[in-house]
């Protein structure tokens, strides 16, 4: 894997995150390059993300959108440029235990014959631990409770519904009481429920000042939480700002909104390591 650390100079490293305009951002991404099978996936992707901010990452299939943020946490290696996170260099410095994240697909625990609480415990193991704090098993049912599992945590992983499933990964990563969470279209497919329990935890971790970065097809319920929208293209950001509103319905012939009408990319469109905490065998 290469070793961005070493070509990242944008921010001192341990510098702590904070507000205001000159605040260390919480995610700092330049010129990001990232090749999978011989070919390249992502083609030097600028992205700052600050501190509060609900970012939308959107994109058609295909467009490098999970490449994307899987090199953001090291499930795949990066080819070049430089990334921070949370004021430190991609690798062994960046305070992982700040970070979840929730991956596409249940991955390493699927098949397995896990419990829902085994699964969300996981979150709470670091890289050089195995070892659970004190206070495990409040957090981990204060996590479950979030997502409203609470009552299926003695339950196998593999008994829930794909939408359950992915509430349980969701538990997994706010059970690390994460600063930065990037979810991996963490609604795709799931069932309304699940939806709707997933846009009420998502307006309580927002109302924390609790910093997203989320890949969606569409903004969906999770609309008036986004404050940024981007948008790749083949592998580069072709899109960087406010997320669109609809000031009218958009059957009204006035409606008036930001996105340009001629590209479908940009409408209201269509939310994972070794040495690195999230390895996901997907
Ligand atoms: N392990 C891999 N090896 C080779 N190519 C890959 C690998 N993973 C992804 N790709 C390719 O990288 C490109 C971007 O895929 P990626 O999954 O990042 O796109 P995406 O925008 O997340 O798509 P979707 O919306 O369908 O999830 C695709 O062409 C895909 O085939």
Redesign the pocket.
């Known amino acids: 894997m290469p070793d961005t650390s070493t070509t990242s100079a944008a921010v001192p490293s341990g510098a702590t995150a904070g507000s205001g305009p000159a605040a260390t951002p919480v995610l700092d991404v330049r010129g990001l390059t990232t090749h999978?099978?011989g070919?390249q996936?992502l083609g030097g992707v600028d992205l700052r993300i600050d501190r509060g901010e609900v970012v939308a990452l959107l994109?058609?299939?295909?467009?490098?959108?999970?490449?994307?943020v899987r090199t953001l946490v090291r499930a795949v290696p990066a080819s070049g440029g430089t990334v921070n996170v949370l004021g430190a260099p991609l690798g062994p410095r960046v305070p992982w235990h700040r970070i979840g994240y929730v991956p596409?697909r249940l991955g390493a625990a699927g098949g397995v014959p896990a419990t829902v609480r085994e699964i969300v415990i996981s979150g709470l193991l670091g890289p050089r631990t195995l070892r659970k704090p004190r206070d495990w098993r409040a957090r981990v049912d204060a996590a479950l409770s979030e997502v409203g599992l609470l009552h299926r945590r003695d339950q196998a992983v593999s008994e829930l519904s794909g939408g359950q499933q992915r509430r349980v990964l969701i538990a997994r990563a706010l059970v690390r009481d994460p600063e930065l969470l990037i979810l991996d279209?963490p609604v795709a497919g799931v069932d309304q429920p699940s939806q709707e329990a997933f846009a009420r935890t998502m307006t309580a971790l927002v109302a924390r000042g609790v910093t997203v970065l989320v890949?969606l097809?569409e903004l969906g319920e999770l609309e008036h939480l986004i404050t940024r929208t981007v948008v790749?293209r083949h592998g580069t950001v072709v899109h960087d700002g406010p997320a669109p509103r609809a000031a009218r319905g958009h059957d009204d012939p006035d409606h008036d909104h930001e996105h340009a009408h001629g590209d479908p990319t940009l409408a209201p469109p269509a939310v994972v390591l070794t040495d690195h905490p999230f390895c996901e065998a997907d």
Request: charged letters at 10%.
């Open positions: 999978l099978g070919q996936i994109g058609t299939n295909g467009s490098g959108k999970s490449t994307l596409q279209e890949v097809h790749l």
